[in-house]
């Protein structure tokens, strides 16, 4: 899990709610009933008509991957791709198939590996594997907009509760001394749908957003660096355009790593050009 996530939100959470109490205000005062229904209660009903069922079923999906930590780094990628690259120069192409155990789980990497054995044109892989990143980012933003949804209904919700308050307010204008605090309650509303939109479900939709921005970003080096294996690049030029998708300091984990694997000082040069990225 992302902890960075949980801080964030609560951070947020409770920064609205001590700000309020600091303010003389009291914790009872915030916990409405009747402002929760309308606002929550009101935002998942439009966020239900907004949606088909087979997107909502995935919320759960969605939320996980909201927190969950990164998957893969692209330092460890690089590592891996430079190793393919290293068999397949020393074994053949057909010699990659053996190391498939190795991506097991990773069907986007496997099916790359899969088609340079299989000989397939290099045109095709690098339209397929394309293809396949495209409709990733859109199976994952399709059900990511629900917080979007919920973002923008959540505010007017609490709007539609204020003026429902204020409604039952003018109604008993005969009882003066009960105006204050009756007003105050009304616009709690407000405060629930704007509070709800900009500490919950707009952050959490910026967050799928950059999580999928780095998944999608360690695909695209893979179908480099598939691409670059089938093409039988050497592993100098390989590192070259693997580094570009590095930070300096990744690209030194990389040379690092692939010294102590086996001592292998040729690649510093790569890493000295890349590096200035």
């Keep these: 899990m992302d902890v960075a996530t949980v801080i964030g939100l609560l951070v947020g959470l409770l920064s609205l709610v001590v700000g309020f109490l600091l303010e003389g205000g009291e914790l009872i005062a915030l916990l409405k009933i009747t402002a929760f229904l309308i606002v929550f209660g009101g935002t998942i009903g439009a966020v239900i008509v907004s949606f088909p069922g087979k997107v909502l079923a995935k919320v759960p ?15 460890d990628t690089v590592i ?33 590996i899969q088609m340079v054995v299989d000989g397939v044109d290099s045109d095709a892989i690098d339209d397929i594997l394309n293809r396949d990143i495209d409709l990733y980012e859109q199976k994952i933003l ?6 979007e949804a919920a973002g923008g209904y959540a505010p007017t919700m609490g709007i539609i509760g204020t003026v429902m308050g204020l409604v039952h307010v003018l109604g008993s204008l005969e009882n003066a001394t009960e105006l204050g605090p009756a007003i105050a309650v009304a616009f709690i509303a407000t405060l629930y749908g704007v509070g709800s939109a900009n500490v919950i ?19 695209q080096l893979k179908t480099e660096g598939i691409l670059s294996i089938q093409y ?3 592993t100098m030029i390989l590192k070259k355009k693997l580094y570009a998708f590095l930070s300096e300091d990744e690209c030194r984990k990389v040379e690092q790593q692939l010294a102590s694997n086996n001592g292998d000082g040729a690649a510093s040069g790569a890493f000295q050009e890349a590096g200035q990225l």
């Design 80 to 112: 891996q791709l430079i190793h393919l690259a290293n068999i397949s120069r020393r074994e053949g192409l057909l010699a990659l198939e053996g190391e498939q155990d190795s991506f097991e789980k990773d069907p986007f990497m496997a099916n790359g």
């Design 232 to 234: 039988g690049e050497n």
């Design 201 to 219: 479900y707009l952050p959490l939709y910026t967050k799928i957003k950059n999580n999928l921005a780095g998944e999608l970003m360690i695909r």
């Design 142 to 147: 399709s059900i990511g907009r629900i917080f």
């Design 61 to 75: 999906f969605i939320l996980k991957y909201a927190f969950q930590g990164k998957k893969e780094r692209p330092d």
